[in-house]
């Protein structure tokens, strides 16, 4: 056994990431809980004297990636393998010797990998820990730590790292329980803005295990370096705490509170710069605090940061395009990650054609949609002029869109049991993009069809659109499968940022997906997301309205009528309301918003063109209608008096009040 005064960072191998780091903070002077090591080759000696190497790489090797059932099978045949052996007498005696010395009633037992924590990968959340341990079931949680080197989610993760031809072993780390009245992580450097003189402090009542998981939402502190200053908070109501006991009741006034005092986040700041300046890194660090005493229990390397060449790629692109709003509502980034050919490989593959880009903005849980405009026009026009030359191929993508409709209704009732499966996803995202595909090239081919075959084409497609409006409902039903899935570790803003591959991986900063759900922008080309945040959003959004001046705004008509009235801004119509006469604004109508359309007296979209859903149920409606404002949603605002005249396609401001 080793005990953490001698393991340094060099002994990464012996004591695993975490290990070596807890023995490393030790040496520099920092406060960390007492505790000892189970090295690695113990866990080696442990499966090779018991002959189970040669059965682990047969396993393996069976492992395909792509397919989730082969991961979860392999991990429950080397866990039972595992498990099933007794724990060596000769080990258990230098264990118990150990735990003895730190005269503690309960430790954490931690697993700690030989390949984990480093500047490349973070193995945060894929293997095991047990707070609380006592001596009655010390030698049962080590077992658990050596088997969770070969959970589902860690086969899933050393595969993704590509780490699967790396000799990976575990060691334990056994800890004394700091009995947390509050606890939480921090990062040396901004993680969002990657300012390297901020330092952000999240603290809770409580263990730190509830703010980990998301099951809590801790207070947030942002501290300058220099000069060293607390520069923002957010404090939170935290009703509840996890507890030696279990989970316990905060009173209402303390639940309200501050949790650190601003001299307490200034002591823990000072301590969180020491180590950032120790190792000479960007630090992602947990600590706790009890009995008038910081202690750290971890820092590894911040692994998340963005790559600021490719953000700063990303935003000159965003900033010199010129886009056109296509749709906007409360979708996650979860929900489109399903669909993340429809505008890429998926067209290319039926029609020949595709939109190389498309700037995705999100801004308090609604997400906008918006395309380029000159290589949109050169994708609709591409499209146009195939229906031109072969008008049967109307007919043909009418009902090819139908029967993708049909095939992805059948596919969305999925069981949450069958979603557990990357052969039923995969199936899943095939037919999502066929049919997200044909709805893309369709609309897209309607706004530059000419003007021969436009009544057909329009109507045709049309029917077809109607026909696939169930999908929706659909859609959400599965988006609710999927969340109830992921809510044991994420909360409802965080799965609403995140990725299908992050999901599915757990690699994740749950801080980064907090503020994707407040406010970003992403730039989604066939090769994924790439996020933007805060400064370089709002960079964006002032890029559009630099050149719009005096009071009125220019869109497409879709049903004409000159109409005076107060404005009504609307992003999400689950359970919006209008009052009769108003006029409604929004980034883009959608089955849901009919309801309160038939109340409006007129309607302004930002995106849209002559066969959106706006400007056909308003010409149904035969309300008047001016779509693809591009900007509306940001320069009209509640209560604001406006004339349309949507026989021109003017809004003119008349009473900002």
């Known amino acids: ?109 931690r697993s700690s990998a030989t390949a984990e924590d480093s500047a490349s990968a973070a193995w945060a959340g894929q293997l095991e820990t047990y707070l609380n341990t006592t001596q ?89 370096k ?47 710069q020491n180590i ?37 790629k990303s935003l000159q692109k965003a900033l010199n395009t010129e886009w056109q709003k296509d749709w906007e509502g409360p979708f996650s980034i979860l929900q489109l990650s399903f669909s993340k050919d429809v505008y890429f490989d998926k067209p290319q593959e039926i029609f020949g054609t595709q939109i190389p880009t498309i700037l995705l903005t999100i ?16 994708f609709g026009t591409y499209l146009a002029d195939k229906l031109f030359k072969d ?14 409709a049909d095939n992805l209704t059948l596919k969305f009732k999925i069981s949450a049991e069958e979603l557990q499966q990357e052969s039923a996803i995969e199936e899943l995202l095939k037919a999502y993009t066929v049919y997200g595909a044909y709805q893309v090239a369709c609309k897209a081919a309607v706004n530059f069809l000419h003007k021969d075959i436009f009544e057909e084409a329009s109507k045709r497609f049309e029917e077809a659109r109607k026909y696939s409006e169930t999908i929706y409902k659909d859609a959400e039903k599965l988006n609710n499968t999927l969340i109830s899935i992921a809510q044991t570790q994420y909360s409802d803003a965080q799965l609403y940022g995140i990725t299908l591959t992050e999901l599915l991986s757990n690699d994740v900063d749950k801080t980064i997906l907090e503020n994707r759900h407040k406010k970003s922008a992403v730039v989604w080309t066939k ?28 869109g497409t008509p879709a049903f004409e009528g000159v109409i005076t009235g107060k404005c009504k801004i609307i992003h999400d119509f689950n359970d919006a309301q209008i009052n009769q006469g108003e006029i409604l604004v929004t980034g883009m109508t959608d089955p849901n918003a009919v309801p309160l359309m038939k109340k409006a007296a007129a309607i302004i979209t930002d995106a849209g063109g002559m066969l959106c859903h706006a400007a056909i149920v308003s010409r149904e409606l035969e309300i008047p209608c001016i779509v693809g404002t591009k900007v509306a949603t940001q320069i009209l605002t509640d209560g604001m008096q406006v004339e349309v005249d ?11 009040y």
């Open 1 to 109: 056994m080793k005990f953490f005064k001698d393991i340094s960072s060099k002994d990464t191998k012996l004591a695993g990431g975490k290990g070596a780091s807890l023995g490393e903070l030790t040496q520099a002077g920092i406060q960390v809980p007492p505790g000892f090591v189970i090295p690695s080759d113990v866990f080696n000696k442990f499966i090779e004297s018991n002959h189970l190497v040669p059965e682990i790489d047969a396993i393996l090797a069976k492992v395909d990636i792509q397919s989730i059932h082969t991961v979860n099978a392999a991990s429950e045949k080397i866990q039972e393998l595992i498990l099933a052996v007794e724990f060596p007498e000769s080990l258990q005696a230098e264990v118990q010797t150990a735990f003895d010395k730190l005269d503690a009633e309960f430790v954490a037992v």
């Open 226 to 272: 220099a000069p060293h200053a607390i520069i923002d908070k957010q404090i939170a109501d935290q009703s509840k705490g996890l507890f030696k006991n279990g989970w316990q009741t905060i009173k209402e006034n303390k639940a309200q509170q501050q949790k650190l005092s601003n001299e307490q986040i200034l002591e823990l700041s000072t301590v969180i």
């Open 646 to 656: 949507a026989n021109i396609g003017l809004i003119t401001i008349l009473d900002k």
């Open 276 to 312: 950032e300046k120790h190792y000479g890194f960007a630090c992602d660090i947990e600590w706790a605090f009890a009995n008038n005493q910081f202690y750290i229990t971890q820092s590894r390397p911040i692994t998340t940061l963005n790559n600021t060449n490719q953000q700063n």
């Open 391 to 404: 008008p049967s191929l109307i007919a043909q993508w009418a009902d090819n869109f139908k029967l993708a």
């Open 527 to 554: 090769d994924g997301f790439d996020f933007l945040y805060d400064a370089d959003v709002d960079s964006i959004k002032k890029s559009w309205i630099a050149d719009l001046s005096g009071d009125s705004l220019k």
């Open 363 to 378: 801004e308090n849980g609604i997400t906008a949609a918006y395309l380029p405009v000159k290589e949109y026009e050169e």
């Open 136 to 224: 009655a079931n010390l030698f049962d949680n080590i077992k658990k730590c050596w088997a969770s080197l070969f959970t589902p989610r860690a086969i899933f993760y050393r595969f993704e790292k590509q780490l699967h031809s790396t000799d990976i072993a575990v060691a334990v780390v056994v800890q004394k329980m700091i009995q947390s009245e509050m606890s939480g992580i921090a990062f040396s450097v901004h993680p969002i803005t990657q300012d390297t003189n901020q330092i952000i402090i999240e603290a809770g009542y409580g263990l730190g295990e509830a703010i980990v998981s998301g099951q809590i939402t801790p207070d947030s502190y942002v501290v300058e």
